[in-house]
């Protein structure tokens, strides 16, 4: 019996977005029943664009945010500190979700609150509600396993740069192949 052929130019397995494998500061944690609808709210509010100042001004102020974030922090134990270097991870990010290891990942499951930054000239900080959709438990005790997170709440400019980001991600690999390709 003949199998089916697959139609030309189609792939075995369809993404909607490319991915990349990258090393960005982030955070998540569960979130509970009662906080999900708070948390949906703040990200239906409007974001200030800070594309449109120049890159000068747009960085000072996103400084001075963190600076500001990181005094909340220290004077309210319920504030959590900006994101910073301790918070990096490899992670494989697309305009879908993200994937990264976890030490917690047999208490992930539901909703999680994530939060991570994407490098550029004007640093974006990402919170979105995203629904675990994979996560693998390790075979060692105590080693780390993958957690496969899908996002559920985000904001429509933050899916559209981190799409941009991944495509700049895949376009400087690209021209790092292509000269070493040449070089060779």
């Known amino acids: 019996m003949n199998e089916p052929s697959k139609p030309p130019g189609k792939y075995a397995e369809a993404r ?5 494998t990258v090393r960005i500061p982030l955070r998540h944690r569960a979130l509970q029943p009662d906080e999900i609808g708070a948390v949906e709210r703040e990200l239906e509010t409007p974001r200030p664009d800070l594309e449109d100042l120049p890159p ?12 500001l974030d ?3 922090s220290l004077l309210d134990a319920n504030v959590p500190a900006p994101l910073s270097d301790r918070d990096l991870r490899v992670v494989e990010v697309s305009g ?4 990264f290891e ?11 609150l994530l939060e991570f930054e ?3 000239t004007v640093p974006l900080r990402v919170r979105a509600i995203a629904r675990v959709v994979r996560h693998c438990e390790s075979e060692r005790p105590g080693a780390p396993c993958q957690v496969a997170c899908e996002f559920r709440v985000i904001r429509t400019e933050d899916r559209e740069s981190i799409v941009r980001f991944v495509n700049d991600v895949q376009r400087i690999e690209l021209r790092r192949r292509a000269a070493e390709a040449g070089g060779t």
């Open 70 to 72: 990181l005094t909340l």
């Open 102 to 112: 976890s030490k917690e990942a047999s208490e992930i499951e539901g909703d999680e």
């Open 16 to 20: 909607r977005y490319y991915r990349v």
């Open 118 to 120: 994407l490098p550029g």
């Open 56 to 67: 000068a001004l747009a960085g000072w102020l996103l400084r001075l945010e963190k600076k």
């Open 96 to 99: 879908a979700g993200l994937s």
